[in-house]
């Protein structure tokens, strides 16, 4: 057996008081795919942060390369070739793709000038070992989120990176792209490098990883080959529970009239004569690849990019959205995907987060607002959604990816929509809270909310939906029922071209 | 990469320039005589050279309203202080003292920004305030006509001279000179040295600056003390082709420098912007203000245009951005099934 390239023994580290790890170890060798796996908070990153070295450990020995480092410092890390490719790539937006995949390399070598020739060959070099093209002049800033992502890594690689730590890569990326990119670490992996790829998207994992590692309340719980693991252990190993999801019953009357109706709706270049109902209870799922239009159309019911034409109406009536207070006023709530950007202030705390929707409610007869009422609203959302915080007046940031979802859930509800669209409900959610938010979904449904929820995971939408509409280039080309349907079915659907 | 070149800011600034230059030239022949270019070139330098201290700063993600009495202080401190020595020598001494005063209250705005982390608008408006206030109480606020001989002879330092057919003889002043070669020099920082590249890095995002290894501090430093030294040449440039020292001058000049650099496509928000870019930007601006003289518009009114041209031309950039967003997504919905997953690998 070769030698490990890393290797922790028992590293523990605690932050006042509370642990954070506690007796974790990790061996890592050269040309091997790495999953570390566990919930938000479970002490991922912390063990991240020490292999980086940006944080010391307490006790425990780290060996790289078979030696010992008492005391490992960023610089030490990153002269053994530990590249850490974080959430948010580190890259900048106003350089070319040439330089961003350069610079660090011509800072390394402490160059004073900069020669453009040699920064394309490094570049061109680097995407060669991964087999990518890119456009060099590319400004990294135009380019795609899967590009950055491959820019990300080709910098990584021009460091002679021999491990690469990928914190929460997939996050931002499509199935496809997520195919793509696991191509790349393969190649990567041919090369000799070692990747210790961060997630808590138990597919990808079984995917693409040799080992796994999970880690739940800073323990290990498991170490083990990928091959010996499937979904249901690991959600078990990482949640310390079986989670067992219900799927979605529609009870309601097939005869009913739809709460919306959608006929023949067209946004030039977006989509084209899409037309599909709601009923009252519904969960009806809308699936497609990125591009497919169904963001767009979501942005169209909810006003911000109106349709060129067509049809909406709601319980009946005919109505016109033109914008969102169209969208508002005539009871359409929308989540958005990107809910750190478009859908919370996170710099406000939870309770003014909580009735930011509903202020106009909330006033007593003059224009002040009504403190009482404020407060019963705050307290009421806080306990109907469970949502874990020891005080709502502290920041929304301070929240989890699962908790934060959850305020704009309650921030929406609070308004009584009566069609919810969520975009992308659990991006970025862990497995525990992922199902607690669909146990909520469901319960919305139950009382009568009509629910659209777009995504393209697959597993998601067989457990809330009941309906599931597929779009593809613009267009609505299937429609399932979905107790006809297997999750196998779906995800080749989805896919097929 | 004819649609690469079409879509700078640059060769829309050139463009305009251009076209506006033969609508002018077209209406009133002045314009074209070597007489109005050597005016033209004379309203450009001062202002050029401020415009590319702007540049780098709004570049590194910053912004500096202060420059304008950098430039009051160095110029009148200095003239005060040769004037005292009874100073009989030429103008590099001038240059190099109000350079030396520049580069020390740059120091002072490098040293609040870099230091402390202050934002820089905020900083640069508190040193705008205590530079000026400081000049006019402790140094002196009235205007200096017997300047010293060195200086009062700068003003008729012209590289050539030109008599047209009235008999007036006019000179293209060497003033501009110190223009081309600061441009040069600023070309040649920003474009091919790591200093340069790590402004640009700065202003893209100064987290990943720093996580990639670059000296935050060092660079904000210098770009505050290089400010600081182009606004003292330009201040003292300034005193020479007016051929007096007035403490109440420059300052309120710094929005249209700010404007002109940003016309000439720098952002505001940071990251972008070019030396060439930012010299049509002035000279779009310069010329405006002149040709309005010549269409014999009344002086009050170029505030106006100027305004106009200011908001037209930051807007352009955010709509075409805008298009091209929107373009974007239209290709990815009609690219969906023409372009496999294997295109990319």
Redesign the interface.
Known sequence: MQQPFLSLTNISKAYGGVKALEDVSLTVYPGEIHCLVGENGSGKSTLIKIIAGVVQPDSGRIVINGKERQSLRPMDAIAEGIEVIYQDFSLFPNLSVAENIALSHELAQRKRWVNWREVRAIATEAMRKVNVSLDLDALVGDVPVADKQLVAICRALVQNARLIIMDEATTALTEREIRALFDVINNVKRGGVAVLFVSHKLDEVLAIADKALIIRNGRVVVDADARELDRSKMTYYMTGRDIEESMFEWRGDPEAPPLLEVRHLTSRGNFSDVSFELRSGEILGITGLLGSGRTELALALFGVQPADSGEIRIAGKPVSIRSIQDAIANGIGYVPEDRLTEGLFLERSIANNLVARTLDNLRSKGPLLDADRVKTQITEWVRRLSIKTPNPELPAKSLSGGNQQRVVLAKWLASKPRVLILNGPTVGVDVGSKSELHEIIKRLAGEGLGVIIISDDIPELMQTCNRILLMRRGRIVEQFERKDLTEADLTHHLVAV | MLG?LLSKQETLVGITLLGLCLLIGAINPVFWTPGNWFDLARSATVMGIFAIGVLIVLISGGIDVSFTAIAVFSMYSTTVLLRNLNYQGGMWLFFLISALIGLGLGLINAFFIARFRLPTLIVTLGTQSMFRGFLLFVIGSRIIRDIPPGMAEYSRAFLFTVTDERGVTVGLHSAVLWLVAIAVLAFVIL???????SI??L???R???E????NVTLTQVFIYAFVGVLAGIAGMIYGGLNRQANAQDIVGQELDVIAATVLGGA?IM???GSVIGTLLGVMLVVVMSNSLVLMGIPATWQRVVIGAIIIIGTAVPVLRTLRQQ?RA??V??????LA??GG??
Request: net charge positive; hydrophobic share 25%; proline share 3%.
């Open positions: 690469r474009r091919y040295t790591m200093l340069g590249r640009y890095a202003g893209g995002s987290e990943a600056a996580r990639v290894g670059f952002s940071g990251g972008r929107r997504v239209r990815e919905t009609e690219g969906e099934s496999p997953a990319r690998a």
